[in-house]
Structures are given as C-alpha cells and as structure tokens.
C-alpha cells in the first residue's frame, strides 16, 4: 500500500550544526509535502511545506528539498539550537484529498548545546 | 485566536468501556480528522470528514466511530475499549481548500486497562 519512510529514526547532532531528515513516499500522485514539528506534549505544528511543482523552498534556518523523479524529500536544518530538539514528521498528500495524508514514523532530533 | 481543542487530555478506562473523545475547532474548517500516534507508527488516520453529516473511515478505522452534526464538532467514539487502543489520539482539521495544511489540536492520552 502507500507508505511514506522516514530516516533516520533518531538524530543527534550538536548546536550550529546542520541536520538533515529524508523522505521517500511510494504514491507517485501525491502533490503535497508538509513537515510537522512536535515538542513534547503537544500536537504537531507545519513548519515548511512543498508542492510538486517546486524544487527547493526555504524559510529562515528550515528548507526543504523534493525530487519528484525519485520520489524524495528531504528537511535541512542550519546552525541547529537546543529548541530545534523534537520529532519531525514528514508526510506526503494530494492536494484537496486530505484523506490520503500519510505519515513518516517520525526523527526524534536531539541538538546537543 | 482560532484554535482547535480536545477533552479530555488524559483518560484512563476498562476494557468494554464506551469512551468519547472531544474535538473542537473555531477555524470554521470543513475538514476533520482523527489520527492515533503510536510509537514507530507515526500518525494513522482513523475517522475523517468533509464537512456535516459527512463521515469516512480511515486506515485504522475498527472499533471507532465518528459523528459530524456540526462544522465545530468531531466526537471520536470507542464504542468498547481494548487495550490494543491505548494510544495518543490526535483530532486536526484544515480548510478544504487549496491550503491543505492540517492544524493539530493538543491530543488525547488514553489508557486502556
């Protein structure tokens, strides 16, 4: 069935640097590619999203990348800080099908001060 | 602020217990999910909606149900609690529109005894 895998599992890096989180999702119709951040305790939030017909977006620290060719995507995070520390989950969906919304497992982002 | 709310947080029941789950949003969204969040897992859909009276079943859908009599309200109904629904339960909801970004409420902790 459609799936979306989402590597590593757990990350670990040190504040300043930079952390990278990939995707792959298997529904060659899905459009949409929204990242979600969840602290501890809480819901996740979108942080930055993509749609096909873009390559590359950026937003401050945060970008993301899509190939759509090979069907992943992939979250880059610069000069990391101890509040990036979170789980991240990426997920791949059709525009207006919010039903075929699927998930990553999630990255468990450890930034070390 | 618009926002999206779930009562109660925390829930401990038995097994063989109906139990419902509150979800409310202010944002005036036609869409309505329920997802559960199990570790590995990620986010599973269980229950969505397009709008009311309208209701559709998720990739986890067993044992679950959902009424929409309400832009506002999406209730998620346990209608016999087993332990294999222990889970945190998220209720989210988006506009429908072009802007597919899903908006999270805080979730709901459940145990199952």
């Known amino acids: 069935g459609e799936n979306v895998e989402q590597h590593p599992s757990t990350l670990s890096v040190q504040e300043g640097d930079s952390a990278v989180i990939k995707c792959t999702y298997s529904?060659?119709?899905?459009?949409?590619f929204p990242w979600y951040k969840q602290e501890l305790g809480k819901g996740p939030q979108l942080i930055i999203d993509i749609r096909s017909n873009v390559g590359e977006k950026k937003d401050q620290r945060i970008a993301v990348t899509l190939n759509k060719t090979a069907k992943h995507f992939s979250l880059h995070i610069t000069e990391t800080q101890p509040e990036d520390s979170a789980v991240y989950f990426c997920?791949?969906?059709?525009?207006?099908?919010?039903?075929?919304?699927?998930f990553g497992a999630g990255t468990r982002l450890f930034v070390k001060a | 602020d618009a926002e999206i709310t779930q009562s109660p947080r925390h829930k401990i029941t038995e097994t063989g217990r109906q139990v419902t789950l509150a979800c409310h949003q202010t944002w005036n969204h036609n869409n309505m999910f329920w997802y559960r969040q199990d570790l590995g897992h990620g986010l599973r859909l269980i229950h969505y909606s397009y709008g009311v009276h309208d209701t559709n079943k998720g990739e986890v859908s067993d044992g679950y149900s959902v009424s929409r009599s309400n832009t506002e309200d999406l209730p998620l109904t346990l209608e016999s609690a087993a332990s294999s629904q222990t889970s945190v339960y998220f209720c989210?909801?988006?506009?429908?529109?072009?802007?597919?970004?899903?908006?999270f409420g805080p979730g709901t902790r459940l145990l199952v005894l």
């Open positions: 529904d060659s119709a899905s459009n949409y």
């Open positions: 997920a791949a969906s059709l525009i207006h099908g919010g039903f075929k919304t699927i």
């Open positions: 989210a909801s988006s506009s429908g529109g072009r802007e597919e970004t899903q908006y």
